[in-house]
């Protein structure tokens, strides 16, 4: 009988300080030793170079420059890195030769797919082909590029054109990210799609002669509830953090964790302080910790509307960052197109109270029961910190359900559902392969007959 899978994963989105997404990948390679499974991740580094993370997981660093759009702290793997022979991740997959190969990105690193099923890279076999998208296109090109219905349309034709025949399979992290495939393909969200058009993209790359939502899947991510848990709360802890931020005795904690940067609606933050700096009863305070290309912006704006009322931190470590969550008194997130948002999960696996936008991908584990969920503008955020420290009982009934729900999102949880996933899309593979992998049948195959529309399931 067959062994595991043996998986590498492929990603521009593993940094230092990227957030949810190294995290995540972090969580996968420590379950890779837990669940004996063989598990590679390729990103990007300053010089190329190997970290043997435990007996079964493996880090390569591929050399590569800064990301030239959206966040340029972040260096960018790029295409002839991998199409080239004898490029660097050619190479490393040659070596592996993985059972599955995933690529986190929709863009430098897409064309993976699409050189494997042309038969452009006949050397490495034919291994199942997933891509995990942790972020929706469009929510990117609103905030760093254009917005409004051109934006939305090119996503949907990048997405339903390129992205999904490209790939044998598809997972998002949450159903909010996983609505943009069916978007992409739904008739409704297309009316003047061209059919011709579709079924030469679709011809062109090979794509699976398999339904559309048989090729797609959710899988949540999860939280490390041995790390960020509510008894870490101290008066210790506490005053430290007041020292740290320079925060008056009786100044209320408000904290913020994540990215400085456009697309985490950040402005929302300076519009909450706006309402909440006009109370004479309370000093609230909002602690920010996190970098970001928006921190200067942010600066500014405190410094000219209320001065000393936002304190930026810079990134933290993640000891004391989850020190910081289990004693602020609140937590916010402003994001209301969050793709899954690991920060808020954390936040409530830490005992703090959190306000978040109602939408997005944290509606896959926040509701009204463990969190206060509001629209997105600075007086309904604030009104709702007010709420949290005006209204104690209430408080810390919600509280306590956040910390029943972090739990029942562990990442232990969430890294078994992740690879029961591969396995059970592998499994399919296997069974259908001549379905997925014929060179000969797509070339006459009238893909448009696949696209019958259908909720997409966990």
């Not at 291994?127 to 349309?153: C, K, Q, T, Y």
């Not at 936002?310 to 989850?322: F, P, R, T, V």
């Not at 703090?352 to 463990?370: H, M, R, W």
Request: hydrophobic share 40%.
């Amino acid at each position: 009988m067959p062994g595991p899978v043996k998986s590498v994963h492929i990603t521009n989105y593993y940094h230092r300080n990227s957030g949810g997404i190294s995290t995540s990948f972090n969580n996968l390679l420590d379950a890779a030793a837990r669940r004996r499974r063989e598990v590679r991740l390729i990103v990007p580094g300053e010089t190329a170079g190997e970290e043997q993370v435990n007996d079964f997981a493996r880090i390569y660093y591929v050399p590569a420059r800064y990301s030239p759009i959206f966040d340029k702290r972040y260096r960018v793997m790029m295409p002839w890195q991998y199409m080239a022979k004898g490029s660097a991740i050619r190479e490393i997959l040659l070596a592996e030769r993985p059972d599955m190969i995933e690529v986190t990105d929709k863009y430098t690193l897409s064309l993976i797919g699409a050189m494997i099923r042309t038969g452009n890279f006949r050397k490495l076999g034919r291994p199942m082909l997933v891509h995990f998208s942790a972020e929706r296109m469009d929510d990117n090109f609103e905030s760093f590029i254009f917005s409004g219905r051109f934006g939305n349309w090119f996503s949907r034709r990048v997405i339903g054109n390129y992205t999904l025949p490209n790939f044998d399979f598809h997972i998002a992290n949450s159903v909010y990210t996983a609505q943009e495939f069916r978007d992409a393909y739904s008739a409704e969200s297309n009316p003047r799609r061209s059919r011709r058009f579709f079924n030469f993209c679709w011809r062109f790359f090979k794509a699976p002669r398999i339904p559309i939502e048989e090729r797609i899947f959710v899988c949540p991510r999860g939280v490390n509830a041995d790390v960020f848990r509510p008894d870490r709360k101290s008066d210790e802890i506490k005053q430290a953090m007041r020292l740290k931020a320079g925060l008056p005795e009786d100044a209320i904690i408000i904290l913020y964790a994540g990215r400085i940067s456009p697309e985490k609606n950040v402005s929302l933050l300076v519009e909450t302080m706006k309402a909440l700096a006009a109370d004479t009863e309370r000093d609230y305070r909002l602690v920010v910790a996190g970098a970001g290309p928006e921190e200067e912006w942010l600066r500014r704006e405190t410094a000219r509307l209320f001065p000393g009322k936002i304190i930026l931190l810079g990134h933290l470590e993640k000891e004391i960052l989850a020190d910081y969550y289990a004693n602020a008194d609140v937590f916010v997130h402003p994001n209301p197109r969050e793709p899954f948002g690991i920060a808020p999960l954390e936040a409530m696996a830490s005992g703090v109270p959190t306000v978040a936008p109602n939408a997005g991908g944290i509606l896959s584990y926040a509701s009204e029961d463990n969190a206060w969920l509001v629209e997105p503008t600075g007086e309904n955020f604030a009104a709702a910190v007010r709420s949290i420290i005006g209204n104690p009982d209430e408080t810390k009934r919600r509280t306590r359900d956040a910390i029943a729900t972090a739990i029942a999102n562990s990442r232990e949880r969430s890294t078994d559902h992740l690879f029961e996933t591969y396995d059970r899309m592998f499994d399919d593979f296997e069974s259908r392969r001549s379905l997925f992998t014929d060179p000969e049948e797509p070339r006459s195959f009238d893909y448009a007959s696949l696209l019958e529309p259908k909720n997409v399931e966990g």
